[in-house]
Nanobody, 128 residues
Framework: ISQLVESGGGSVQAGESLTLSCVITGYTYSADCMGWFRQAPGKEREAVAWILTREGVSHSDYAGPVKGRFTVSRDNAENTLFLQMHNMKPEDTAMYYC???????????????????WGQGTQVTVSS
C-alpha cells in the first residue's frame, strides 16, 4: 500500500450529514480489514467503524456512539473506503482517519494497533 488519502471533511450543523472517502493507492488485497478512527483535541484516537471483507462478503461494526448514524462501506473496484455520517452531533467533532490492516486481520478490529497503514486525516467539525 502506497498511500491512504482521506477527503470529505468539513464543517456542518448538528443533524446534518457528511460522507468521508479514503482512496487507497497501491492496494492489492481483496480480503482485508479497514477502519475509520477519530481523535478529538485532548483525547485519544478511538475506533468509529470497521469492515472486514472475506471471500467477497463484507461485515461491518460500529462503536456505540455512532451506531445507527454512521455507515462504513468499501468500493473494491475503486479501492475506496467510505464513511457516511448522518444526524451528526457536536461530539462527532474530530480528526477522522482511515486505516487498513494490510492483508492480515487481527482482532479486535477496534484496536488501533491492528492496523498497519494510516491516512493523514480529515477534519470534521459539527456545531450546535
Amino acid at each position: 500500500i502506497s498511500q491512504l488519502v482521506e477527503s470529505g471533511g468539513g464543517s456542518v450543523q448538528a443533524g446534518e450529514s457528511l460522507t468521508l472517502s479514503c482512496v487507497i493507492t497501491g492496494y492489492t488485497y481483496s480480503a482485508d480489514c479497514m477502519g475509520w478512527f477519530r481523535q478529538a483535541p485532548g483525547k485519544e484516537r478511538e475506533a468509529v467503524a470497521w469492515i472486514l471483507t472475506r471471500e467477497g462478503v463484507s461485515h461491518s461494526d460500529y462503536a456505540g456512539p455512532v451506531k445507527g448514524r454512521f455507515t462504513v462501506s468499501r468500493d473494491n473496484a475503486e479501492n475506496t473506503l467510505f464513511l457516511q455520517m448522518h444526524n451528526m452531533k457536536p461530539e462527532d467533532t474530530a480528526m477522522y482517519y482511515c486505516a487498513v490492516a494490510g492483508g492480515i486481520c487481527y482482532f479486535p478490529l477496534a484496536q488501533l494497533k491492528n492496523y498497519r497503514y494510516w491516512g493523514q486525516g480529515t477534519q470534521v467539525t459539527v456545531s450546535s
